[in-house]
């Protein structure tokens, strides 16, 4: 049932997008005609609520290529593109977003720029992001000099999840044990040669944002912990400065105990009790952040469940997709 491998498959998740498809549609067929190669385009439905389903196959009955995976439920941005990298079958795969930020245009060059400059990844660098908000645009830009210091790789500071990559990185990406990650910075940890490819972002062609403020921190602090021990760290020195601190404020409470002038002691106790408190509770908190990373490793859970595939790939038992066959060569 399935045919060779395709030079490029181009990886959209979607996520309640049944307005933007058509657009999307419109604008990626030209493109992607244009190669002179054989490509899929292999969108992952993240387990949409809205009409995008029928919308997704209605626009496949009049695109052969265009493929649908379709997860059982939502699991998130990063899972969905996880899963569409463990499914796709191209020598080539390049991510995008489904609203047209990211202009299709720019990936016969980023398709090019891999097969001539050998380069294993080639990021989509935004030039101008006026598009975005001012809280959005600043935000990415402390948060991502955060992870460069934090992590020592060296991620592009505008680079999104838009990014060609060679069969050899994804197949390298899919073999990672790692949960919750997130790809933008996992890809250029791998250090596999690398090349960018600079566009201009795009306002969102339809719909509404699928990223608010919760999705967004949970993403930083994944990355965060995904990359370093430097918070685990950072309790530690905290702890030893605030437990620095209380015996201060002991010897400080002695004396005025000696002194007989214990009464007015409300101050110090509120000191103490407030101070070591908010010390503890963001120690437990950091450390929680790891054990909850182990704990989902630990279970082992995949982050998605395939519940089915347009192109017939069959399905193993979990709902999961049997591994693909360019991975079993
Ligand atoms: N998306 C997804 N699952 C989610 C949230 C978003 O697959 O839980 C998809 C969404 O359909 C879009 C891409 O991820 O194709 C980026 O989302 P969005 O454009 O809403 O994020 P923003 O550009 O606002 O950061
Ligand atoms: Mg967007």
Redesign the pocket.
């Known amino acids: 049932m399935r045919s060779v491998a395709p030079e490029l498959s181009i990886v959209?998740?979607?996520?309640?997008?049944e307005d933007?498809l058509p657009l999307l549609v419109q604008r990626l067929r030209p493109v992607a005609d244009s190669l002179k190669a054989p490509y899929e385009v292999l969108t992952?439905d993240?387990g949409s609520t809205d009409l995008t389903a029928a919308v997704l196959e209605r626009l496949r009955r009049e695109w052969p290529q265009l493929r649908v995976v379709r997860l059982r439920a939502?699991?998130?941005?990063q899972?969905?593109?996880s899963a569409g990298l463990a499914t796709a079958r191209g020598r080539y795969v390049v991510t995008l977003?489904?609203?047209l930020?990211d202009p299709p245009e720019v990936i016969p060059e980023m398709l090019h720029v891999a097969q001539q400059g050998n380069a294993d990844v080639v990021y989509g660098v935004r030039t101008d992001r006026s598009t975005d908000s001012a809280f959005?645009r600043l935000s990415a830009r402390a948060f991502y000099r955060l992870i460069r210091v934090l992590s020592g790789t060296h991620a592009e500071v505008d680079a999104?999840?838009y990014r060609l990559m060679s069969r050899a990185t994804v197949d390298a990406i899919n073999a990672l044990p790692e949960h919750n990650r997130v790809l933008r910075f996992v890809v250029p940890a791998l250090g596999f040669p690398s090349a960018s490819v600079s566009y201009r972002r795009e306002e969102?062609a339809a719909?509404?944002?699928?990223?608010p403020l919760a999705?967004?921190l949970r993403l930083s602090l994944d990355s965060v912990t995904g990359f370093s021990t430097a918070p685990l760290r950072f309790a530690t020195w905290l702890g030893l400065l605030g437990g620095v601190a209380a015996l201060g404020l002991l010897a400080y409470a002695l004396v005025e105990m000696f002194l007989g002038r214990t009464l007015p002691g409300w101050t110090s106790t509120v000191v103490a009790v407030t101070g070591v408190g908010a010390v503890q509770l963001l120690c437990v908190g950091i450390l929680g952040e790891y054990v909850g990373r182990m704990y989902a490793h630990l279970q082992g859970r995949p982050s998605y469940f395939v519940a089915y595939d347009s192109s017939g790939a069959p399905l193993t038992a979990e709902g999961e997709l049997a591994p693909a066959e360019s991975r079993q060569a």
């Open positions: 959209i998740p979607v996520y309640n997008e933007v992952v993240d939502n699991a998130g941005h899972a969905a593109i977003d489904a609203d930020q959005k999104g999840d969102r719909g509404r944002s699928k990223y999705a967004m």
